[in-house]
C-alpha cells in the first residue's frame, strides 16, 4: 500500500495484524527493512501493537 504524506511525499506501507486482538495496521516499509537488518534469514520481523501492546507479525494474504 501507499500513502501519501506531506507534500506529495510516497510512503510504502506493509498490513500487520496483531496475534492479541487481530487489529491490523500498516507499518512504513522503511521500518520493516530497519527491522529485518537484526534477523536471522526467514525470521519474521515483529512490532508491537498500537491497540493492545501485544505483538503483530506481517499479514498473510487471504487467497481470493
Known amino acids: 500500500m501507499k500513502v501519501l504524506i506531506g507534500l506529495n511525499e510516497e510512503i ?3 498490513l500487520f495484524k ?3 486482538c487481530r487489529e491490523e495496521d500498516d507499518v512504513p516499509d522503511f521500518v520493516v ?3 529485518q537488518q ?3 534469514k526467514g525470521e519474521e520481523v515483529e512490532v508491537e501493537c498500537p491497540f493492545c ?3 503483530m507479525l506481517r ?3 487471504s487467497p481470493k
Do not use: L, N, P, W
Request: proline fraction near 0%; aromatic fraction near 12%; hydrophobic fraction near 20%.
Open 33 to 35: 527493512h530497519e527491522f
Open 18 to 20: 496483531s496475534k492479541d
Open 38 to 40: 537484526y534477523k536471522k
Open 12 to 14: 510504502i506501507t506493509i
Open 53 to 55: 501492546g501485544g505483538t
Open 59 to 61: 499479514a498473510k494474504k
